[in-house]
């Protein structure tokens, strides 16, 4: 009880001093230091705290002036494995669409401060035996519900929650990598070393799993920081090709952020299945067939950079290379 | 030597083993212990810079490290299987080995762990194991498994070791440091050989005997179900539990030997281990390859002959980028060991030995091309420009804590063998048990 007391009170301060931060720097609480009154003007604490406003003046404001900015700080690591209540979430990628375009790739980089060669989702060039298609494969984690993962970690530094996520915690991970040789997708990736990006300073979350620890295993969380706030998660809204659908199984509706459909219909109509069926990890990630593809395989060619493009030359097949 | 030796005769032979130390000891051991160092040099490395300095990346996650803890714990077994079943059997040859078998049992029981904990990403974390264990991952099992194997063993060990303590504190021409003497006393535990004294201890040798063979293969089993339980094409193999126990049989059994070829050359111990001690563990060593070839041939023949798509390219792998070593491992390091006991032409002390070295290497390398093979053919194809991530070869830091942990093991052995003779005494002078009186009254 007392150690709960203590850590939301460290939350909050922690809280306050992050907002404080970003709105002197991004000028938040321009309004009222325009003049205009504010609303729920507090009393005044005589602090002034030095902001910068919109066009970069630096002024010197009461602080009882400051409003907290709408920045969601995550949640810490009891919440983020519980789950949020009533939810199962899905995802469909559509494989009709995909051109390799890699922004999904990109955007959770970013947004989960990855150095570029520690891939949360990867897009994959396949080809399932010598006379099928070959097929660009976006492969995020699958979340799935008979997690192998979960089962083998020795310490419950990676838990399946009750929305169906798949989250680990770096604070609990001992690094022994038994659910890296579990997991038949190959979805986790692991900190050989101390990252390269820096790592914003915030109270570590498991659902966004930043910041990142050395030796300790991470992959994609589905965006759950996302989630929480009602948001679809990044590579969903980076994909220009609307490839990846997400939604909620109970709800039985999934979106792209352009069109939102029946989850049951989409995969009537579009022969969903999941990869790797046989092997009884039960995904939640589905995938639709490349029927009446979009783009060419060989479209996912263009404009990528040497070194990415080097990932997929041994497994082109000669037919593509012809043309 | 079947019959009873005098103890006299036993510690004169043995007492300037115990009294001083050559210069050739002191020199292996200072070699040993520089290797220990330069280990202990690359883990503090390994500690400061991450696991970036090993080999082992994203795909192959596991490298010679897991490779040498489930080889070490495999090379335990020469205690707990062999000497744990002769003394059941009471094989009245037994008396000059035993005492070795017991010694690698618990000496390669304490170094594999350590490789794991090589291995492990946050060292730090490593109590998280025991504050926050889940049943329901092998790794647990293993937890629990390996520290009972060890108490085990170790129990298994000092009750062999006790009466030769007694003999030891009695025996007053030992021109030891008298706090070495003071330790033989604690040792004893007032052991003075009363009727009591004597079936207490037998009786507990008989119990452990049988409990720690069923321990040891409850450890191995759990070691093999480590790679048993993943889905990863090679390792989803029911045979693996029986095929890893039969493995560890394997390497104990051919360590035993180099160590009693050793030994007998060191410490002269000819005429105590002859050359009918070399044959019949020699022979021990052809039943169990011809066991353990067995379980390799039909493990791969059913992976080979289904042809699942993942197993065929994994045999694929096997007999390209691992063919060499396959056919050390599988073909040279079974037959080998089978030819030269089988044929009696061959069966000689230093053919023996040299089957043993090969087989117990061979191993070694048996146990690389099952986790290295597998971690680099994933369900999903590799698609990366680093080689490194691709193909796993262990650097420099890893051979050093491998060869470190080899070198432990020798450094442990000798000064096992500076403070307690190599042979048993007690066992020795002991007169032989009388045929009614075998295994079970």
Not at chain 1, 40 to 51: A, H, P, T
Request: aromatic residues 12%; charged residues 20%; proline residues 5%.
């Amino acid at each position: 009880m007392e150690d709960d007391r203590k850590n939301k009170s460290r939350r909050e301060f922690l809280k306050f001093g992050l907002t404080a931060g970003a709105a002197s720097l991004v000028g938040i609480s321009g309004a009222s230091v325009a003049g205009k009154p504010d609303r729920n003007e507090k009393k005044k604490s005589g602090r002034k705290v030095k902001v910068l406003t919109p066009e970069g003046k630096l002024v010197e404001v009461d602080e009882s002036q400051l409003r907290p900015a709408e920045i969601e700080e995550p949640v810490g690591i009891e919440e983020a494995r519980e789950g949020l209540p009533n939810r199962k979430f899905v995802m469909a990628i559509d494989l009709a669409k995909c051109k390799n375009a890699r922004k999904c790739v990109d955007a959770c980089q970013e947004g989960h401060y990855l150095p570029r060669d520690h891939e949360w989702m990867k897009v994959q060039l396949l080809q399932d035996s010598e006379y099928t298609h070959p097929y660009w494969f976006p492969k995020p984690c699958f979340h799935c519900d008979q997690p192998l993962c979960v089962s083998v970690c020795p310490v419950g530094a990676t838990f399946k929650r009750n929305d169906g996520i798949v989250l680990v915690d770096n604070q609990r991970c001992i690094g022994c990598k038994f659910c890296m040789t579990g997991c038949p997708y190959s979805a986790r990736v692991f900190h050989w070393k101390e990252s390269e990006v820096e790592q914003p300073d915030v109270e570590y979350s498991p659902e966004t799993n930043v910041p990142s620890q050395e030796g300790t295993v991470g992959k994609c969380v589905f965006c759950a920081d996302k989630l929480r706030n009602g948001e679809l998660p990044r590579c969903v809204t980076a994909c220009p090709m609307g490839v990846i659908y997400f939604g909620d199984l109970i709800e039985d509706a999934v979106t792209n952020g352009t069109e939102t459909v029946r989850f049951s219909e989409l995969i009537e109509e579009r022969a969903g299945y999941r990869y790797l069926e046989e092997l009884g990890t039960h995904p939640t990630v589905y995938y639709l067939p490349t029927v009446n593809r979009m783009f060419p395989v060989e479209s996912g060619f263009d404009g990528l950079e040497e070194d990415i493009y080097n990932r997929y030359e041994k497994f082109i097949h000669p037919r593509l290379k012809k043309k | 030597m079947e019959g009873q030796v005098s103890r006299r005769t036993l510690l004169e032979e043995f007492r300037p083993e115990l009294e001083k130390t050559s210069f050739r000891w002191i020199l292996l051991f200072s070699v040993c212990f520089i290797i220990f160092v330069i280990g202990i040099y690359g883990l503090i490395r390994q500690i400061s810079h991450g696991h970036v300095v090993t080999g082992m990346r994203d795909n192959v996650v596991w490298g010679v490290y897991i490779v040498n803890f489930i080889f070490f714990m495999g090379l335990s077994y020469a205690g707990a299987l062999v000497s744990g079943s002769l003394h059941l059997f009471r094989s009245s040859w037994r008396k000059p080995v035993i005492r070795m078998a017991e010694l690698i049992t618990v000496i390669s029981l304490v170094i594999g762990p350590f490789f794991i904990f090589f291995c492990i990403g946050r060292l730090d974390r490593i109590h998280y194991l025991f504050i926050h264990p889940r049943i329901q991952s092998p790794i647990t099992w293993d937890v629990i498994a390996i520290t009972t194997d060890l108490v085990g063993c170790f129990i298994y060990l000092y009750l062999s070791f006790i009466e030769d303590f007694a003999i030891l504190r009695d025996y007053q021409d030992l021109n030891v440091p008298k706090w070495r003497k003071k330790l033989y006393k604690i040792l004893a535990l007032g052991y003075r050989g009363t009727p009591e004294q004597k079936k207490a201890i037998k009786l507990s040798k008989d119990i452990m005997a049988a409990m720690v063979i069923a321990i040891a293969i409850i450890v191995y089993s759990v070691l093999a179900w480590i790679f048993g339980v993943t889905l990863q094409p090679g390792w989803h193999s029911t045979i693996f539990g029986p095929y890893f126990v039969i493995a560890a049989v394997f390497s104990g059994t051919g360590l035993l030997i180099i160590l009693m070829w050793i030994f007998r050359k060191v410490y002269h111990l000819e005429h105590y281990i002859t050359k009918r001690h070399f044959v019949n563990v020699g022979v021990l060593l052809l039943i169990v390859s011809a066991f353990y070839g067995y379980f390799t041939f039909s493990d791969y023949l059913t992976k080979w002959y289904g042809s699942v798509k993942m197993d065929s390219i994994l045999i694929d792998k096997l007999f390209t980028d691992f063919f060499e070593l396959f056919i050390y491992a599988n073909y040279i390091g079974i037959l080998i060991p089978i030819i030269i006991v089988g044929i009696k032409r061959l069966r000689t002390i230093t053919n023996i030995t040299i089957g043993a070295i090969i087989s117990v290497t061979a191993l070694w390398v048996n146990r690389y091309i099952i986790v290295i093979p597998t971690l680099e053919t994933p369900f999903l194809p590799i698609q990366d420009t680093r080689p490194e991530w691709t193909y796993y070869s262990p650097t420099w830091i890893e051979w050093a804590l491998t060869f470190a942990g080899v070198a432990v093991f020798c450094m442990l052995f000798m000064l096992a063998s500076k403070f307690v003779p190599i042979i048993s005494v007690s066992e020795m002078s002991e007169p032989e048990e009388s045929e009614e009186e075998r295994i079970l009254e």
